[in-house]
Nanobody, 122 residues
Framework: QLQLVEPGGGLVHTGGSLSLSCVAS????????IGWFRQAPGKEREWVSC????????NYSDSVKGRFTGSRDHAKNTVYLQMNSLKPEDTAVYTC???????????????WGKGTLVTVSS
């Protein structure tokens, strides 16, 4: 059974950078697209990024485009989200999800991590 864990969260100042990982175990991420989502306190879950099965295609929400970069390392069975120029409004629990297709709603994505908290201080 595929399991996902997201190490890498923490506290960072405005304008700083942080790199999140989505580490898979129990099965391979090969053949699976990856989605990154976030949920700020008191708000609904928000789509952040999709990374295609090959890693060649990445899509980002308007709120993070140009600041966040997704990538994947097939050998390490890991997907990354590099976050630069962080803003206080990026504060949220970030979660990765995997399945055959990445959907912006998260529907039909059956494998989810538990999330990691990113706090951006002003």
């Amino acid at each position: 059974q595929l399991q996902l864990v997201e190490p890498g969260g923490g506290l960072v100042h405005t304008g700083g950078s942080l790199s999140l990982s989505c580490v898979a175990s129990g099965s391979t991420l090969d053949g699976k697209a990856i989605g990154w989502f976030r949920q700020a306190p008191g708000k609904e879950r928000e789509w952040v990024s999709c990374i295609s099965r090959t890693g060649e295609i990445t899509n980002y929400s308007d709120s993070v485009k140009g600041r966040f970069t997704g990538s994947r390392d097939h050998a390490k069975n890991t997907v990354y989200l590099q976050m630069n120029s962080l803003k206080p409004e990026d504060t949220a629990v970030y979660t990765c999800a995997a399945d055959t297709h990445c959907t912006r709603s998260g529907s039909r994505m059956n494998y989810w991590g538990k999330g990691t908290l990113v706090t951006v201080s002003s």
